[in-house]
């Protein structure tokens, strides 16, 4: 069963718990720009990302977005799986930035693992405390950072990311990301070319002074 090591918890597990798992767990393949979960599907549950990429993020009132978390492979989630956080008071969407392969087990299952399980219990409490930090670092940034280092930062964390300095990103997509409007990240965008910092070509931003951002995101 390859699923079980991506899950960190398996080897504490009964044998009946394992079979259980086992035997709901469900295996998908979801294309680049598919949505997996919103506000208007159920619980999808515990995700483990087997390769690819997804990221989830929140909207606001008038339709905004912002990036909340970005999972790659071997990372697992509960931020689909509001029936087990029930305190959860916002509605979390995820979708696949690349061609993504995971596995979910249904939340009414992994909570009833919770209920059963301190190891089970410990970990969903590690990933609920994980997912809280990340939270509050977004916070920090968005109150106390100035736009365009977060820029910066975004556009360095994207390179490592993709390993290229040629990004195939659009503005829309960045301000998606980074909960503002597509016309805010390109002003600051044409400022970095005139700074020297990229090179912009449509639907591609070319990194071009890296040291010149790492100065901006340190200053």
């Given at each position: ?67 909340i ?7 697992v989630s ?13 509605n ?6 690349k ?33 809280f930090s ?31 300095p ?54």
């Amino acid at each position: 069963m390859e699923f079980a090591e991506y899950l960190p918890v398996w080897d504490k597990l009964t044998s009946e718990q394992q079979q259980r798992i086992a035997e709901v767990v469900e295996y998908r393949k979801v294309k680049k720009g598919t949505h997996i979960h919103d506000s208007s599907t159920e619980c999808l549950g515990l995700v483990m990302v087997r390769t690819g990429q997804l990221r989830a993020y929140i909207l606001s009132e008038d339709g905004r977005e912002i990036t909340i978390s970005r999972l790659f492979e071997y990372d697992v989630s509960l931020l689909s799986a509001s029936c087990v956080m029930p305190d959860m008071q916002f509605n979390v969407m995820i979708e696949a930035e690349k061609d993504t392969e995971f596995w979910s087990i249904p939340a009414c299952l992994f909570k009833n693992l919770v209920d059963e399980s301190l190891a089970v219990s410990a970990f969903a409490n590690s990933l609920i405390s994980g997912n809280f930090s990340e939270l509050m670092w977004l916070m920090e940034q968005i109150m106390w950072k100035s736009f365009d280092k977060r820029l910066a930062a975004f556009l360095l964390e994207e390179v490592s990311i993709e390993g290229t300095p040629t990004l195939k990103v659009t503005h829309e997509k960045i301000a998606g990301h980074m909960g503002t409007a597509r016309e805010v990240v390109t002003r600051m965008l044409r400022y970095f070319q005139s700074e020297g910092m990229v090179k912009l070509t449509r639907g591609t931003i070319e990194i071009a002074d890296e040291k010149k951002l790492k100065a901006l995101c340190d200053a």
